[in-house]
C-alpha cells in the first residue's frame, strides 16, 4: 500500500483498530467512539501526546515487549447503544476524567493548539465541573 501510494500520489483513507497499523502507515489520524470523533492529530503528536482520554486509554491498551507490563489495561464499561447514547459526552459513562459537565452537556469538536481538534470538557476553558 505505501509502495503504491508513493508512485500513484494517491492518499489512503485506513479504518481500523490496529494502532501498530496507524502508526506505522498514517500521517493523520481520526479517532473515533460511538459515531463521533474524539480527537483528530498527526500521526506523531497523538502518539507522544494523547489528549481525549478515550485515545489515552487505547494507548495504555497496547501490549508492550518490553519489561513485566502486568496485566492488560483495559477501558472500563461497554461501548454504547448507537441507537440510545448517553446524554451529555457519549463516552462519560466510561471515562475516569469525567465531570458533572460531561454527564449533561455533549463537548464539540475544537481545535486545540496548531492542526489538531479534539472532543472534551478537559481541554475548554469551561472544563468538566
Ligand atoms: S468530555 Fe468528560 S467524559 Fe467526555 S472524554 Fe472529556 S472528560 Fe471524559
Not at 506523531?44 to 482520554?53: A, I, Q, S, T
Request: hydrophobic letters at 40%; glycine letters at 8%.
Amino acid at each position: 500500500m505505501r509502495k503504491m501510494r508513493e508512485e500513484l500520489g494517491m492518499a489512503i483513507l485506513l479504518i481500523t483498530h490496529d494502532l501498530a497499523v496507524v502508526a506505522e502507515m498514517a500521517h493523520r489520524v481520526i479517532v473515533m467512539y460511538a459515531g463521533q470523533v474524539m480527537e483528530e492529530a498527526k500521526v506523531e503528536d497523538l502518539f507522544e501526546k494523547p489528549l481525549h482520554p478515550y485515545t489515552v486509554g487505547l494507548l495504555r491498551s497496547i501490549p508492550r515487549m518490553e519489561g513485566d507490563q502486568g496485566r492488560l489495561y483495559v477501558i472500563d464499561g461497554m461501548v454504547p447503544d448507537l441507537a440510545c447514547l448517553p446524554q451529555g459526552c457519549s463516552f462519560h459513562p466510561r471515562c475516569p476524567e469525567a465531570g458533572p459537565r460531561c454527564r449533561s452537556e455533549r463537548p464539540l469538536l475544537q481545535n486545540v493548539g496548531q492542526d489538531r481538534r479534539v472532543c472534551c470538557w478537559l481541554h475548554t476553558e469551561k472544563g468538566v465541573n
